[in-house]
């Protein structure tokens, strides 16, 4: 049985799911997110919302798990939010904002310019002796994980010196440079 699609989800106050026709949507004050569910029957009873698969086939194992952690995601994105931060590491990485507008000089020999998608709020921190920090926030985790990871392939961390665009926290693997 999959662990993670046996778990019921409770539904936080403030924040409306309704099923009809296979699409479940969950309305929240940040938002509003549907997802279409197939070969899962969803049931919400009580302020908790179950599911269960029809039989024991692996592709219903795996769209077991998978769809309670999409209703999970839609359900907390709507009533808290999700956020990514992105660190510049490197010497002259700079990144500012004008609105919807991420500017990023990474080393090029042009600056980024990046539109972002008006679903998400994009925020820059520039603090003096410390890394530029760019704070991604929205109610759609999947928009904010690809989002976030545009933005890092522009510059990936390089592994000698730890240059370029990492997330916060992300743990690099560092190699040794060359040894006389």
Request: aromatic share 6%; net charge positive; charged share 30%.
């Given at each position: 049985?999959?662990?993670?699609g ?5 539904i936080p106050e403030g924040?409306?799911v309704?099923?009809k ?5 969950a309305k929240g004050?940040l938002g509003?997110l549907t997802?279409e ?5 969803v049931?919400i009873?009580?302020?908790i919302?179950t ?5 024991d ?8 798990g998978l769809?309670?952690?999409l209703?999970n ?8 939010g ?6 510049l590491?490197?010497v ?5 904002n ?5 500017d ?7 600056n980024?310019?990046i539109d972002?998608a008006?679903?998400i ?5 520039s603090d003096?002796g ?7 926030t929205?109610y759609?985790?999947q928009?904010?994980g690809?989002v976030a990871a545009?933005?890092?392939g ?10 370029g665009?990492?997330?916060?926290g ?8 060359k040894t006389a």
């Open positions: 049985m999959s662990r993670i046996k778990n019921p989800i409770t924040v409306t309704e099923i026709d296979n699409i479940v949507t004050k509003e997802q569910i197939d070969e899962i029957s049931k009873e009580d302020g919302i599911l269960e698969r029809p039989s086939v692996n592709i219903h194992k795996s769209k077991h769809y309670r952690a209703i995601n839609m359900i907390v994105g709507v009533s808290e999700w956020t990514k931060e992105l660190e590491v490197g002259g990485y700079r990144a500012s004008q609105g919807q507008k991420l990023l000089a990474l080393g090029f020999s042009h980024i310019v972002i008006p679903e709020k994009v925020e820059t921190v003096k410390k890394n530029p920090i760019v704070k991604l929205s759609d985790k928009l904010v690809q545009k933005i890092r522009f510059r990936r961390p390089e592994p000698y010196k730890g240059k665009v990492k997330y916060v992300e743990q690099l693997r560092r190699k040794a440079g």
